[in-house]
């Protein structure tokens, strides 16, 4: 499946997901969905959807499958759901049909085959030019934004929103940004940027808690967890700043697996940790700036040189600053 975006804005209403890189999280179980969000179970679904018209046969029976749709047995869904019986997952198909995600019937009550359609299809996905069918383990799929936010309504109205280690994770994939010019840094990297952080892609635990209904603790924790497991890399401050957030698979999405690799000098140019600076014979003559927020524009020079620095916390301040590579 080709597709020429190189870019993903804030203003984009859906978010494409590398299904290489999702189906990881469902045939391993490193990661928790114990959440009350099922952001990740209701992706899971859109991703086994068919883009387009398409017939299958089981049990030497035809089943017309329409864009939107998948046939399945129930005994598939707790792999593709994370959930632990065929009880829990249709326990998550009615919570999501009742809140009108989707509906789903079954074709055959013996062998618990059913066959459900994700609600709203043509107005989040037909209207683009993906007429393929849904390869169900390489390409991509995608996740509109407003479903998100309407499961995250419907969370809160239900009770107490509590999001599982999955469910983190795809929110952070679902609000990564690249290549906006209203976003400083993504012209660089792929950062989680969230549509109320004016601009600045710095993240705090505290922002974080807040969001995913845990204690900082539990974000500090878990952030270690995922970057150790090379999901994301960051840049991170020791004052109050926060931190700088990438996917790692992002580019490799949108770019393809040749992609040129972020070196870490850039990283740091992203938090104004390296300078660049105009070429000059003599060292006296060069002119270093440490920015401690992230620059608005792109800091390269033609022809600059890059100068790799430490910052360092003075006497009568708090401020610390280190790279972390990719």
């Known amino acids: 499946m080709a597709c020429t975006q190189h870019k993903q804005l804030v203003c984009f209403?859906?978010?494409r997901v590398q299904k290489k890189w999702f189906r990881y999280f469902?045939?391993?179980?490193d990661f928790k969905n114990d959440g009350t969000v099922h952001l990740f179970s209701l992706m899971a679904l859109f991703s086994y959807a068919n883009f387009r018209s398409n017939t299958r046969t089981i049990a030497n029976q035809q089943y017309m499958e329409a864009p939107g749709q998948w046939v399945?047995?129930?005994?598939?869904?707790?792999?593709?759901l994370r959930v632990h019986s065929k009880a829990q997952a249709k326990e998550?198909?009615?919570?999501?049909?009742?809140?009108?995600?989707l509906s789903y019937e079954f074709l055959d009550e013996e062998s618990s085959l059913l066959r459900f359609t994700i609600a709203d299809w043509k107005r989040h996905c037909v209207h683009l030019d993906y007429n393929y069918y849904s390869y169900k383990g390489s390409g991509f799929f995608f996740f509109p934004l407003p479903v998100s936010r309407q499961l995250l309504a419907t969370g809160r109205k239900e009770g107490k929103l509590v999001f599982s280690e999955l469910d983190a994770i795809m929110d952070f994939w679902l609000h990564t940004i690249l290549n906006d010019p209203t976003v400083a840094?993504?012209?660089h990297m792929p950062v989680v940027y969230y549509a109320n952080m004016k601009g600045q892609p710095l993240l705090s635990y505290s922002y974080l808690a807040k969001r995913w209904g845990w204690s900082k603790s539990r974000v500090g924790r878990?952030?270690?967890?995922?970057?150790e497991a090379g999901i994301i890399s960051r840049v991170s401050f020791t004052s109050s700043h926060g931190s700088v957030i990438s996917p790692c698979r992002y580019r490799e999405m949108i770019y393809g697996e040749d992609c040129e690799k972020l070196q870490l000098l850039k990283i740091g140019e992203i938090l104004g940790l390296t300078s660049i600076v105009a070429p000059a014979e003599n060292l006296e003559d060069l002119?270093?700036?440490v920015e401690t927020r992230v620059p608005k524009r792109k800091p390269v020079l033609d022809g600059g040189k890059v100068l790799r620095i430490q910052v360092f916390r003075a006497a009568g301040s708090s401020f610390f600053a280190r790279p972390v590579p990719l």
Do not use: M, T, W
């Open 26 to 29: 469902n045939d391993h179980k």
């Open 72 to 80: 399945c047995k129930l005994s598939a869904l707790p792999r593709i």
């Open 185 to 187: 840094g993504s012209e």
């Open 13 to 15: 209403p859906k978010v």
């Open 222 to 227: 878990f952030i270690l967890k995922i970057e």
């Open 92 to 101: 998550l198909l009615d919570h999501f049909q009742k809140h009108g995600f």
């Open 287 to 289: 002119e270093l700036k």
